[in-house]
């Protein structure tokens, strides 16, 4: 089952290849591509989500979800990509009156990077997975894919991975464009290949950053778009505390149990201005009793999660405020500590507890918000619970530096797949200042390149004056309206 | 005069504070610190191109092109912020009728990363110096700068950081947003220190690697734009050849040797149909005894192109066709070899030879240069002499595959600043996918935040629907028409 270095290589010079064939042709026929693997992800939608179901322990109606998502990502990117966005297609003409002096005429779009390695996640198994968001958005840029199965949902992969590549088959893409690899010596081959020329990651963050080390100190270093770690923390007022209680743990509790607690923007820290602890445990208890538990993902994360709760729970200061259990599909924890305790150890902050548990921590009347906030590393989100007419600039200042999404009154679980989305924040929720989900993707698997003084006739289409892809420019500074009309998918 | 470390870290915490305290006015405003900038650029022209005559060896009429190059490049990232291209803004509403399910309101908009660090380049010292286009771009985009000063010329520099220190203080802008330091100590400290966020570099490939490594070995890894290394391969075709020798070897002359040279962009070889090369020492002799020689930059520099010449110059197969002379201010130097031993030894096509000496390359009618060019490594330029008419399709992919900007029967020294420009190319020309010059390089210091669920009341400005900083922006995918009617600067 091992993909075999042999065989790694000669799949990363098949991507290349077929890289090159298709590195050039015009997004509406790259597009059409995506949409025959869109369609064959509903046309398997039934059999996938059964053995999506045998490997991961995840509901029918989620991973349904999942896949539905997958592929109205694909058609969200096919519309993106005919109308050109992701080309930034820009011409400043000759100009001899330039303020700096005479300009040549200049034009610059972005151009695919090449073979991209995208390793799975183990707890999206189709939204962070074989056809996810990294796959999707190279594709969409026009790179070739090889992608690292996560053995979490091995059947399932491989049988996406046999999917996708008999729907590009059938579309006319040229082979190998897409592959899939198993197995961590052929993973460590794929970041140090000289033909691939970025990676895209979700995992942990030791994992994260140990294959981030490895792609930077390669002889020609490249991107690595890595997703790892996150707490989202959320802040909620005194005003907002005092208004609705109530509503706010049922919310949280929801929100930190959704897929057991194995959302990379599980909030992991509610900071709340109580005043006995005793008095909300009733309430997450009972709305706690409401959520079915089931099995973690697999056993290594179980033992991950085991230990990371151990080791917050162990810490001086936190107590358990409703305890969870052993069992396999274990009940969910929320411990408990002081802002004060907090301020003693703010590593505590730093302690990602993947799965069904969460750590609130309670802060006195008057505590400076955007002072606790301040002890926090980089998140993927940042939540705060308050009511409308509040000054909160400083906490929300605070709160932009450390996270890439600021939620108001909302929960972080679900990250919608949108042109303003941002999903990635300041290390070690990512290890660059992109977006791994939305439109905005794509653009990580480019790379800008000019043309100077290029006659008519040798200009690639992106760039003609008579715009034959009819995609949106930017014309000596100002930009065309859109032009075959911006429809929403 | 070495920055000490205790200064370095208070020039740091100030740097910090002052981004602190601006990273939230509106572009306007900080437009308006730039615009002071710029005019007392202008203000002190005759004392700064005085100081920089007699540190540089290059001659007044360069000094002033640079720094006009400079003021432009200030007032034209001021015409850009204003108009908000740098936000990328924008705003998806809120849709129950989302293809993948009711997608909440978000809105996103790029944020000024920190404090920058810049190291000044030796061979521009205004242009990619204190206030080049590192420094430019990182202040428009909301950064704070502390700037290494190159030693080449020290005393400008010094006096360049003070006069933009009064600009700015003139204009009201938060004191240490803006500072110099001198020395190696300082300025590992800046590539290693917390607080720093990302460091735009121009240098040799062997500096930039070691600081590129370095930044990504910190325990937050943080973004290096370096631009490094570049040969600036020339192909002439043979039709072009037939058509236009002479007027190809002037050009190619008048390029290697501008500014002695010390260019990133030089021409350093020139792959053309030569049968005998003699038939062209003639007239590259007669062109190049046109030029005026003048000393290297520095001592350092001048070693540097000593011993890679001499490497060049030593490789089997290698020839004079035009030999300098070791005199203070040199005389160029051409050498010749052929495309087959080029294919016996690559590796001569990465000696960049910084200074004035260049290489031409003889290949023999039909030999198929996508071939030849597939050779090469990463370039922040590739130019083709040709006719219009050829069908250079594979090259040109070749070319393209391995460069940031490609020039056709042009040549690549002389970088203008406009919004299509891209200067950066893949690795080792440059260690990031962006460009060091025009409008487009203010977004490497920016990073994307996303704004879940917010009210009205709670927005930042330029993703209010009133739109009060009047941008432009990208609302429910579509994007609105230029605002206030972008002019060109």
Redesign the interface.
């Given at each position: 089952m091992i993909t075999t270095l042999e065989q790694t290589n000669e799949q990363i010079a098949a991507a290349h290849n077929a890289y090159?064939q298709a590195?050039?042709i015009s997004p509406q026929l790259r597009a059409s591509w995506l949409a025959e693997v869109a369609t064959a992800l509903e046309t398997h939608a039934d059999e996938l989500v059964a053995l999506g179901q045998q490997e991961t322990h995840l509901d029918e109606g989620r991973l349904r979800?999942e896949l539905?998502?997958s592929v109205?990502?694909l058609?969200?990117f096919m519309d993106e990509i005919v109308h050109g966005e992701h080309l930034d297609a820009?011409?400043?003409h000759a100009?001899p009156t330039?303020?700096?002096?005479p300009?040549?005429d200049?034009?610059?779009f972005s151009?695919p990077?090449?073979v991209v390695g995208v390793f799975g996640a183990s707890n999206f198994p189709f939204a962070f997975s074989v056809m996810g968001g990294d796959s999707a958005s190279a594709l969409a840029a026009g790179c070739a894919v090889v992608h690292k199965i996560h053995e979490g949902h091995l059947r399932l992969a491989i049988r996406t991975g046999a999917v996708v590549q008999e729907a590009l088959e059938k579309a006319g893409a040229p082979a190998g464009l897409f592959s899939t690899i198993i197995g961590r010596q052929a993973a460590e081959l794929l970041v140090d290949h000289p033909l691939v020329k970025a990676v895209g990651f979700t995992g942990s963050t030791a994992g994260g950053r140990a294959l981030?080390?490895r792609a930077?100190?390669r002889p020609?270093?490249i991107?690595f778009y890595g997703e790892l770690g996150s707490i989202n923390p959320v802040f909620v007022t005194e005003q907002a505390w005092s208004a609705r209680r109530e509503q706010i743990l049922t919310g949280y509790a929801a929100s930190f149990t959704m897929g057991m607690g194995q959302f990379c923007t599980k909030p992991g820290l509610l900071f709340a201005p109580i005043n006995d602890a005793d008095d909300i445990a009733d309430t997450l208890r009972r709305e706690l009793d409401t959520k079915q538990a089931s099995p973690l993902l697999s056993p290594k994360l179980r033992e991950g999660f085991d230990k990371a709760l151990d080791a917050v729970r162990s810490t001086p200061g936190v107590d358990v405020l409703v305890p969870g259990d052993e069992s396999e599909a274990p009940r969910p924890t929320v411990l408990v500590t002081t802002a004060d305790e907090v301020r003693e150890r703010p590593e505590i902050l730093e302690q990602e507890m993947f799965g069904p548990a969460t750590l609130v921590i309670r802060y006195s009347p008057g505590t400076d918000l955007a002072e606790l906030a301040g002890l926090l590393h980089?998140q993927l989100?940042a939540t705060v619970h308050a009511e409308?007419?509040e000054d909160?600039a400083r906490l929300?200042?605070v709160l932009?530096?450390r996270?890439?999404?600021?939620?108001?009154?909302?929960w972080?679980t679900g990250v919608?797949?949108?042109?303003?989305?941002?999903h990635?924040g300041?290390?070690?929720a990512t290890?660059?200042?992109?977006?791994s989900v939305g439109t905005?993707a794509i653009g990580r698997f480019?790379?800008?390149?000019?043309?100077?003084?290029?006659?008519a006739?040798?200009l690639p289409e992106p760039l003609r004056d008579d715009n034959p892809w009819r995609i949106?420019r930017?014309v000596?500074?100002?930009?065309e309206?859109?032009a075959a009309g911006?429809?929403?998918?």
């Open positions: 090159e590195r050039e979800f539905r998502r109205f990502q058609r969200l820009t011409i400043d100009d330039w303020g700096m002096g300009r040549p200049i034009r610059r151009v990077l090449g981030f080390d930077s100190r020609v270093p991107p980089g989100t409308s007419g909160l929300l200042s932009r530096e996270s890439g999404r600021l939620l108001w009154n909302a972080p919608t797949v949108t042109y303003a989305q941002q990635g300041p290390y070690p290890t660059a200042t992109t977006t905005a480019m790379r800008p390149v000019a043309y100077d003084s290029f006659p006739s040798q949106r930017r000596d500074g100002i930009w309206s859109a911006m429809e929403n998918a």
